[in-house]
């Protein structure tokens, strides 16, 4: 019984992680119906960012204040710079370009950095929460840092009124500039959000599993996964399905197939979602009348 | 309609240069004879490397450039291939030529397969379906209950097949005509293909699936026939880089594998033939030159690691998507296009043929 | 007379196929002018090219302001707004969210929620929705809709694009009156653009007649209406 609250306790961590990557990716989905393959690698270098701020000295808050900050703006700075120009090109065009930076990113942070995984300090003390080892503070705090995330981000999606100019400019882009919305600064805000909410997940999980540059590729998988089981064009539904994945994957790694095949169950996972409910569990089914 | 009758179908002017082309391909190994140079049987194995690639571009380029589908997991099928060929010679002796054909039967199976669950996806969920498979395939090559087949972490050691006395060739130029052998057949293989009514079938769903469903062509069984098709190709590929390496591991094949297959393909060109080849050089070059441009980056720039290849295909993907989108091939038609465009005002002028893929990854834009 | 929109010389393209040829236009404060022609005429263009949606040449002057380089957004936030073909609604946000958009480019909150009552005078029908998907509204709903959103940006002038389309005779009728109303209390120009030419010449003062990409006649409507070879010659009756 132990045992098993251990992975609950462990897929939900993960499963946090893996729902602020699946948050990030929903967020430029929703804005630009793209899909950011970049969004891994874009987090993996913001994390060295901070480490190299906390390298230098400078106290972790401040670290994180700052490296989330860079982000934004580096997100801003890549949908207007280099994706703009290519905003009416074709699928493949674009899925290039993630590519091109996902190898950018990653080859940058190894060229940079090395490729000798480094220790990357955690906010939250190494104490386990009710004495028996069960769950762990930091556990708890990766999982509250997500939640509080998510209610901020519902908040600002929902009730103000520029998440609700960003959602009308996702959706129609057209209908929005009719409405005065300038909507290429409204895909830029989508990605610096996306960016900044990738950093926090990689800044999350990077003390767990250690910082190098290949630190995200696989959990760049389990976010996809888990945007495909929430539904990828929604947000909660998105971390919904980030925590499902996450515990799904240390239950299924534990007691069923072992842990040397998680990513091929990410695959399964990804496969079988796309085939038999494209949608996400929670995603919505938008009526139009014609 | 006017995008699908393809400029080289119609250009009998290419037929001769693609002739010429092959013959002297094939009678590059004969410099060996005359010339004193020790790296010479390394160029042998760079060119076998350069037809590999090749033939995996054009792989890609059949579901990518003339089907309109998208993938950037045929690192699997091409892993998929090479441990055919190596579980074949290592387990069962079979000798190397007869392990292509079975690695590409198999590839193709898988990738029909593949195709079915692909036929639902479009565009960039097509991409997410197939970068997943290039992520977990090394893992699952890992694999320990497989590991007495695959070799596990440290992959299978292969012979290099040993030519017959009688050719006089060394071990390096035999390869490079198995090599050539097979890219010419497969060119000529996909050729024919896209001549035949088949053909212009695969063409029609990468321009407008849906026109082409009204029309009677069965898109499904196109859509996944022509993945089978791509992945067994690429899986000869696969088989003919164990073979050439005598190497098989699973961190060979890797997403840097399939990137650089997608480099392959966009260099050369969408839809492009000769593109394909364009590509398969490139490649190499790029993987062969990327110690020397590390290390003039670490000197100019004062960098204190090396500048990995996988960074230099990073940076030119991007600099051809805004430059030059339809790659080399796409380059030089739109300059004859120049040139000659004036006389002729034709809709399907050539420059339509090398595909700018559309919306759906396949769509042409008729020319002005 | 002052004019509140003047368009000089506008030629127009989709791609490289040209639509409108070097068009003159000139709407007058608080008039309603229709833009009427055959299918293919140009009209939608038109409104297109005034708001910079596609590529075009020539100058278009606002009250006095040049804005053929502004973007398709600043214009509206100039006051030009525009109610496209096919109603353009965002069909996955509520009612509510549609009009309340507009509180993203006006400072004046306070006027702006007086302006949603206001727009729930005119539709009713809307405020009984107002939490409803509008994606299930229905086609007149949607137009009604389509006309508030434009109305809560506060214009000057106002776009129409086929209001009366795919909508029944009586949905059409409310409507117009409507239109009616706004241009005599709000003070809002329009320029509408209409295949039921009956119907447009009844609420116009002034109209243009387009026939592929080029004005072929335009004058007070009463001219147009009365006039039987113009009618019969283009447009049909």
Known sequence: MDFFVQQIAAGLTSGAIYACVALGLVMIYVSTDHINFAQGEMAMFATYLAWAMIDAGLPYWVAFGLTVAIAFGGGLFIQRVVLKPLENAPVLALVVCFIALLSIFNALAGMIWSYTIKQFPSPFPARDIFGNGLVSVQQLGVVAVTLIMLGALTVFFRYTTLGLAMRAAAQNATSARLMGVRVSWMLALGWGLAAAIGAIAGMLVAPIVFLDPNMMTGILVYGFAGALVGGIGNPMGAVAGGFIVGVLENLVGSYVIGNELKLTFALIVVIGVLLLKPAGIFGRVIVKRV | ?368 | MSALLQVKGMSAWYGAIRALYELDLSIEKGGVTALLGANGAGKTTTLRAICNMIRRSGNTILDGTDITRRSTEDIVRMGVAHVPEGRGTFVALTVEENLKLAFHIRRDHAEARRDMDLVFEYFPRLKERIRQQAGTLSGGEQQMLAIARALMIRPRLMLLDEPSFGLAPLVVQEIFRILRRINAEEHVSMLIVEQNAALALDLADHVYLLETGSVVTSGPSAMVQNDETLRKAYLGY
């Open chain 2, 1 to 368: 309609m006017a995008a699908i009758v393809n400029g080289w179908a119609m250009k009998k002017g290419f037929g001769l240069v693609a002739i010429i082309f092959w013959i002297v391909l094939a009678l590059l190994p004969m410099v060996g004879l005359i010339t004193e140079d020790p790296s010479f049987e390394y160029y042998m194995f760079m060119g076998q490397s350069m037809l590999i690639y090749a033939i995996a571009v054009l792989g890609l380029n059949l579901l990518i450039g003339f089907n309109g589908q998208i993938s950037l997991g045929h690192s699997a099928f091409f892993a998929l291939g090479a441990y055919t060929a190596a579980i074949l010679m290592t387990f069962g002796g079979w000798p190397f030529w007869a392990t292509l054909p079975v690695a590409g039967a198999v590839c193709f199976g898988a990738g029909f397969l593949f195709g079915f669950p692909a036929l639902k996806l479009e565009g960039h969920y097509l991409a997410l379906a197939t970068f997943t498979l290039a992520i977990a395939v090394p893992q699952l090559l890992k694999y320990k209950p497989i590991a007495p087949w695959t070799g596990g972490v440290g992959g299978v050691l292969l012979d290099k097949p040993e030519p017959p006395e009688w050719l006089g060739l060394s071990v390096d130029q035999y390869l490079y005509y198995l090599c050539l052998i097979v890219a010419i057949l497969m060119f000529w293989l996909v050729f024919n293909l896209l001549r035949s009514r088949s053909g212009l079938a695969m063409m029609a769903i990468r321009d407008h699936a849906m026109a082409a469903g009204t029309m009677g062509v069965d898109t499904a069984l196109y859509k996944t026939v022509t993945f089978g098709i791509s992945a067994g190709i690429t899986g000869v590929a696969g088989g003919l880089s164990a073979i050439t390496i005598a190497y098989v591991a699973p961190d060979s094949f890797t997403l840097q594998l399939a990137i650089s297959f997608l480099v392959g393909l966009v260099v050369g060109g969408l839809a492009s033939l000769p593109g394909c080849l364009i590509g398969g050089a490139f490649i190499v070059l790029v993987q062969n030159s990327a110690q020397s441009i590390s290390d003039w980056m670490k000197t100019t720039f004062a960098l204190r690691y090396d500048v990995p290849a996988w960074a230099i295909y990073g940076v030119l993907l991007l600099l051809l998507m805004y430059v030059m989108p339809t790659g080399v091939m796409g380059g030089i038609t739109a300059l004859r296009q120049k040139i000659s465009g004036r006389r002729t005002t034709r809709v399907n002028a050539p420059s339509s043929t090398v595909v700018r893929p559309g919306k759906t990854a396949g769509e042409t834009t008729p020319a002005a």
